[in-house]
């Protein structure tokens, strides 16, 4: 037979036994036929839902959990690759950053200014980057001397002038 239906266990087996085929659930909504659910027998049961799919206790997808506002991975690092861009559009002005709990900075909407704001007591904002290979701080401001600016090397102007020696 190409399908069979079997209990054991108090468990309920849908068997369709022809190579590669599909078990699908179909339905009616108002007065049309619908498809609801294919599992593709050729794609190791890869399931295709019609619409939503509704998961009020949450999803766990490999290690990765998402349930309610809140994405976590169980270990490892994550990443986010998109063909396009990436936009973080917080509605209450603030994007936070945190380690293990803890907000160390901020981005915030001020008046349609971008503030950035290290938000630990005494902990400076650092500028680092690379020139030839070698790792090097650019600008610190040192929140504990009340933001004062340390630039490695020389300051230009916009008009050209400096500050600091010309190389």
Do not use: C, P
Not at 21 to 46: C, H, R, V, W, Y
Not at 78 to 104: E, K, S
Not at 149 to 161: H, L, N, V, W
Request: no cysteine; net charge negative; glycine share 12%.
């Amino acid at each position: 037979s190409a399908v069979s239906l079997t209990t054991s266990s108090g468990d309920i087996t849908i068997d369709a036994a022809a190579n590669d085929s599909d078990i699908i659930f179909k339905g009616t909504d108002n007065t049309a036929d619908i498809t609801m659910l294919t599992l593709d027998g050729s794609e190791a049961g890869a399931a295709s839902f019609n619409g939503v799919v509704t998961a009020n206790a949450g999803v766990v997808v490999d290690n990765i959990t998402i349930d309610g506002t809140e994405i976590d991975l169980s270990s490892g690092d994550l990443t986010v690759d998109v063909a396009g861009d990436i936009t973080l559009d917080a509605g209450g002005a603030d994007i936070n950053f945190a380690d293990d709990g803890t907000t160390f900075g901020s981005f915030t909407n001020l008046s349609s200014s971008l503030k950035i704001k290290s938000t630990v007591q005494d902990k400076d904002i650092i500028f680092m980057g690379d020139d030839g290979g070698v790792e090097i701080t650019a600008l610190t401001l040192d929140m504990s001397a009340g933001g004062t600016a340390s630039f490695i090397k020389d300051i230009q102007m916009g008009d050209g002038r400096y500050i600091g020696s010309q190389s």
